[in-house]
C-alpha cells in the first residue's frame, strides 16, 4: 500500500549532473549521491537519505545543517515528508537570522511566526510533501513577504538518495506518514525575548526574494551544515561557497523568478533593502541570549 504513496522517479544521473553544473549540487563523489534510474518506490541503502531534486533549488544541502534536523525531530517528520516551499522557507529564515541580524537561527522566534499542516486529504502522498510549513495568519504583517511560487508540479517524481553521515539526526522513512502533534502548533511559551528579536529587523526594508537573492549570489546552502554562519561570510574565496565562480545577476534574477511570484505588489526595489551582515561587515553586538 506505501508503494502507492510514491511515483516512479524521473532522476537520473544525467538530471542531477545539471544540479552539479548549477552548483547546487556536489559531484557524485564528493556528495555521496546515486541516482535510481527509473525505480518506482525508493529503497534506500544504509546511510542513505531521499530528497528531491527541487530541495537543491531552495537552498538544501547535505550533510544537513541542525537547525533543519532539529525542526525534524521537533515536529516528528522526516525530510522527505516536507515540500520543496518549505525548505525554501527554512533557509530564507536561517539566512535572514545569519545575514540580516547577525545571530544563529533562533528557534522560539521559527515557532512564533510558523506553523506545520498536514496537506489537504484529496490527491497527491501523504509521505512526499505529506506536510508544509505556514507563517501564521496572526504574522502575516510581521514577517517578509513571500510569495512562493505554487504552481511546482511533480516535484515529486524526481527523488534520488543521497549520503547522510551516520548516526545522523535526519530522520528518513519513505514509508512513514506524519500524524498532527501539539507541536506542530504550539508558539513559545515566553516571548519577551522574541519581540526583542522582531524589533531588532527593519521588516519594511527586506522581503523574501530579496533574502534568498543574497543567498543565491553567494552560492551558499542556509540548510547545510557549514564551517561558519553567513555573517562570517568571506567572499568570492569563501569556504561555504558551492562553487568559485560568481553568478550573473540575470542568472540569480531568472531563479528567483522561478522561486516566487513576482507579480507580488508588495515587492521592493532591490535599492531599498537592507544590506547584509559579513566578516568585513560586522553585525552589531546583540543580546548573547539569543540563541
Not at 524521473?10 to 556536489?26: A, F, P, Q
Not at 526583542?196 to 530579496?210: H, T, V, Y
Not at 540548510?223 to 560568481?246: F, I, K, L
Request: glycine share 8%.
Amino acid at each position: 500500500m506505501m508503494a502507492n504513496e510514491w511515483k516512479k522517479t524521473w532522476c537520473t544521473t544525467r538530471s542531477l549532473n545539471n544540479l552539479v553544473e548549477m552548483g547546487l549540487l556536489h559531484n557524485q563523489e564528493l556528495g555521496g549521491w546515486r541516482a535510481p534510474e527509473e525505480e518506482s518506490y525508493p529503497d534506500p541503502q544504509v546511510g542513505e537519505i531521499v530528497v528531491f531534486e527541487d530541495f537543491f533549488k531552495r537552498g538544501f544541502g547535505v550533510l544537513v545543517h541542525p537547525f533543519l534536523q532539529g525542526l525534524l525531530l521537533y515536529y516528528e517528520i522526516g525530510i522527505c515528508n516536507l515540500h520543496p516551499n518549505s525548505i525554501l522557507l527554512v533557509a530564507t529564515f536561517i539566512h535572514l537570522c545569519e545575514a540580516f541580524v547577525g545571530i544563529e537561527p533562533h528557534f522560539d522566534l521559527f515557532c512564533y511566526l510558523f506553523c506545520l499542516r498536514k496537506k489537504g486529504a484529496v490527491g497527491g502522498s501523504k509521505i512526499a510533501g505529506g506536510v508544509y510549513l505556514n507563517l501564521r495568519d496572526e504574522m502575516k504583517n510581521r514577517y517578509l513577504s513571500c510569495p512562493w511560487n505554487t504552481s511546482l508540479t511533480e516535484w515529486y517524481r524526481w527523488w534520488f538518495y543521497i549520503r547522510e553521515e551516520p548516526s545522523s539526526a535526519t530522520f528518513c522513512s519513505v514509508s512513514y506518514v506524519p500524524e498532527k502533534r501539539v507541536s506542530w502548533t504550539d508558539r513559545p511559551e515566553y516571548t519577551g525575548q522574541v519581540e526583542e528579536l522582531m524589533n531588532l529587523i527593519d521588516w519594511s526594508r527586506l522581503d523574501g526574494p530579496g533574502v534568498v537573492g543574497n543567498f543565491l549570489s553567494r552560492q551558499v546552502m542556509p540548510c547545510q551544515r557549514r564551517v561558519h554562519s553567513a555573517y562570517e561570510y568571506q567572499g568570492g574565496q569563501d569556504s561555504t561557497r558551492m562553487h568559485r565562480d560568481n553568478l550573473e545577476r540575470p542568472e540569480i534574477q531568472q531563479m528567483i523568478n522561478e522561486l516566487f511570484n513576482l507579480a507580488d505588489s508588495s515587492l521592493m526595489r532591490s535599492d531599498d533593502r537592507m544590506h547584509v551582515y559579513k566578516l568585513g561587515r560586522p553585525a552589531p553586538k546583540v543580546n548573547n541570549d539569543f540563541s
